[in-house]
């Protein structure tokens, strides 16, 4: 089974308006963290924001902010007053915390166009 | 805070060559991750270093190795390389692992020829 899944592969918005990009996660530990990213076109990959499965409140950075649903495995991105600089992949990623292991598991990636 | 720095960012090689890829990552951070990125694959774990050990390893053939140094810095090689191999190669650092941050550098576009 896929540990992240993102069923969006595209998404449009319009400049100024909010955008919310999916992504569910499967995974058997109680401790975990979830990871959004932003890759431009230029390859690299930009550290948006992270959740830990222990936090209660939903993180916020910026414009950025992870709606956690822990019951419902989801762990969606809301981006707010698009910008034209917003346009590129986004990945949600997984890391797993009760094994031990530090590798992050990602989904297949939304484009995300933001149309002016 | 200078970020994660990865070299070369671009490479050419000819398939049976090797390859020495390297990571820099952000002072104090002691794990280093790398990743595959390919239009077919998606993002896939290669292997993570902390302290200069191996901790953990992906799905990858032995042609695939990497090692750590004591600064944290970490290269990772590739031998008899195949056409398969073209990828982008991301490099990931974070402080100790587990569930903290973790930032990539800018990766480096490796193209097998």
């Known amino acids: 089974a896929q540990k992240i899944t993102q069923t969006q592969p595209g998404m449009f918005v319009q400049e100024k308006e909010a955008v919310t990009l999916d992504c569910t996660y499967d995974?058997?530990?109680?401790?975990?963290?979830l990871f959004w990213y932003k890759q431009p076109s230029s390859g690299e990959m930009i550290f948006l924001i992270y959740q830990g499965s222990y936090d209660e409140q939903n993180a916020t950075e910026g414009r950025y902010s992870l709606n956690f649903q822990k019951a419902r495995k989801s762990a969606n991105l809301v981006i707010s007053a698009s910008q034209l600089g917003d346009s590129a992949m986004y990945f949600c990623?997984?890391?797993?915390?009760?094994?031990?292991?530090?590798?992050?598991?990602f989904g297949t990636g939304t484009r995300l166009t933001v149309i002016p | 805070k200078a970020g994660v720095t990865q070299t070369p960012r671009y490479l050419i090689k000819t398939r049976g060559q090797q390859v020495t890829l390297s990571c820099s990552p952000i002072?104090?951070?002691?794990?280093v991750s790398w990743y595959q990125q390919t239009p077919g694959q998606g993002l896939q774990f290669l292997f993570e270093y902390f302290s200069e050990t191996q901790r953990n390893k992906g799905n990858f053939p032995g042609r695939f190795s990497g090692r750590q140094f004591s600064n944290s810095r970490s290269e990772m090689n590739v031998s008899t390389l195949e056409l398969g191999d073209s990828a982008l190669y991301l490099c990931?650092?974070?402080?100790?692992?587990?569930?903290?941050?973790?930032?990539f550098g800018q990766g480096t576009r490796l193209t097998v020829v």
């Open positions: 990931a650092s974070s402080l100790i692992g587990g569930n903290t941050e973790a930032f």
């Open positions: 002072s104090g951070h002691r794990s």
């Open positions: 995974t058997s530990d109680q401790s975990y963290g």
């Open positions: 990623a997984m890391r797993e915390g009760g094994s031990g292991a530090n590798n992050l598991f």
